[in-house]
């Protein structure tokens, strides 16, 4: 039976039975795969989704350019003789079939965060199997969702991938929030440390991020490279936003810099930036 893998957290992946797929005849077969297998709870009329992808040219070329590049897919993924078919389609309608054989990386991140973050819950009193659950949804998060593809000429498909995108970065960032939290909690400093710094290459413009890496750098009695850290945050604030660092941040420096810093920075353990 064919098994179908995909991951579109980050650039996008596709392995067919352990086989990488790399090459797409064009974007937009790649896009189309991507739209139909996130969201394929139901049928797409054949109309809306030539308008998706192909809104530029008129109704009868876009839903030409819809059945060659689906009947692409289908050659590409060995569907027409799978038994049980990866794609549903009727005269008038195309779905992702919900039971194929495949996994997708986004359908196993949200269950992963829906199952356990829990914003009530403080961090100090998760569980190991929630910690566990959390790490695993963190690693399957390479990148922004669908990252490096572009079609500027398909306004709807853009406007679609940006609000997953937004959304699924608001997860896995509150994800490492609750991550960071809790080692901070338990005083693991180096596994509080690689949670910010991985949250920090999503999001290097998170000036709270920073102010936690800063602490947690403090807590360890690396003054030096707190202080760099800080120097760090404040040039990229500078470069990317145009503004200066908030009052909390400069706060923690000027206790990390005087001779009581330590006192001070663990006061600031009870609370989550």
């Known amino acids: ?57 008129g109704e009868s070329k876009a839903r030409s350019n819809l059945r060659k590049a689906l009947s692409t897919l289908r050659h590409m993924l060995e569907d027409r003789a799978a038994p049980s078919p990866l794609f549903l389609t009727t005269r008038n309608t195309i779905q992702f079939n919900p039971v194929g054989d495949y996994s997708l990386d986004v359908t196993i991140f949200t269950r992963l965060i829906d199952r356990y973050l829990h914003h009530s819950q403080p961090a100090s009193e998760l569980c190991p ?105 404040c040039k990229l604030l500078e470069q990317e936003l145009a503004t200066e660092p908030e009052p909390a941040t400069i706060g923690l420096w000027e206790a990390i810099r005087s001779d009581e810093y330590k006192t001070k920075v663990c006061q600031s353990l009870s609370k989550v930036n």
């Not at 974007?27 to 308008?51: D, F, G, I, S």
């Open 1 to 57: 039976m064919t098994h179908l893998r995909l991951g579109l957290l980050g650039p996008m992946q596709v392995t067919l039975n352990q086989r990488p797929i790399v090459t797409f005849p064009y974007e937009k077969v790649r896009a189309l795969l991507a739209y139909l297998a996130t969201e394929p709870n139901y049928p797409h009329h054949r109309e809306r989704l030539a308008a998706l992808l192909w809104a530029e040219q």
């Open 129 to 233: 199997t929630s910690v566990f659950g959390l790490e695993r949804a963190v690693a399957l998060y390479r990148g922004p969702f669908l990252e490096q593809i572009h079609l500027p000429s398909s306004e709807a498909f853009e406007t679609w991938m940006l609000l997953k995108h937004q959304r699924l970065h608001e997860l896995v960032s509150n994800a490492y929030i609750k991550l960071v939290a809790y080692y901070e909690h338990q005083q693991d400093y180096q596994k509080a440390q690689q949670h910010v710094q991985r949250q920090l290459q999503f999001e290097p413009w998170n000036e709270a991020a920073h102010r936690c890496l800063i602490r947690i750098l403090a807590q360890q009695g690396r003054r030096t490279e707190a202080l760099q850290q800080y120097d760090r945050c």
